[in-house]
């Protein structure tokens, strides 16, 4: 995919402005996020305890948890056009699955590589909200992450257009506001 420089600068330069411009107090759009990614959770949890045990009445509780998730995530996602909504879905829940990996490397004392797996589901998360201010358009270059890259491969924060874009966002959200 050719990158076009002129849209590239435009989404620098609107990612800049609401660094410069103003703060977002997005803290209950992230807690809500983050209660969303608990949702996709028990859905995939509530599905695997009924393929485990057979006892499908899990699939009732994935069913329920399903449509909250589905009702809530209404709220921080308004743009429906293309995959946005699925990609949404999916940003949030492999920012939950990469932090979970980091926790349990850190009670393992993997400390290096916990930071790793921590940082992935924070450009993911920050992706997210990148993808669902309008900073990001869905399909675009943007969404192309290198998550195979070891850290040392990988240094932090990156300097190409997806870092950017999550050192920004990270900038600008800020969950301690009330």
């Not at 995919?1 to 660094?19: F, G």
């Not at 491969?153 to 900038?171: F, M, Y």
Request: aromatic letters at 6%; a positive charge; one cysteine or more.
């Amino acid at each position: 995919m050719a990158v076009n420089p002129e849209e590239v600068s435009k989404l620098i330069n609107k990612v800049k402005s609401l660094e410069k411009g103003h703060r977002l107090d997005l803290s209950s759009g992230e807690d809500l996020s983050v209660a969303i990614m608990n949702l996709i959770g028990i859905e995939e949890h509530m599905f695997f305890t009924a393929q485990k045990t057979g006892q499908v009445e899990y699939l009732t509780v994935l069913q329920q948890a399903r449509e909250m998730r589905k009702e809530l995530m209404k709220k921080i996602v308004k743009d429906n056009k293309g995959e946005v909504w699925c990609t949404s879905k999916h940003l949030l829940a492999a920012s939950m699955r990469l932090m979970e990996v980091g926790t349990k490397c850190l009670t393992q004392k993997k400390k290096k590589e916990a930071q790793d797996y921590f940082q992935k589901s924070f450009t993911l998360y920050n992706l997210f909200w990148g993808l669902n201010l309008g900073l990001v358009k869905d399909g675009s270059q943007a969404l192309k992450i290198e998550i195979d890259k070891s850290p040392a491969e990988q240094p932090l924060p990156k300097k190409d257009l997806l870092g950017n874009i999550s050192r920004i966002i990270g900038k600008i959200l800020n969950c301690c506001r009330e």
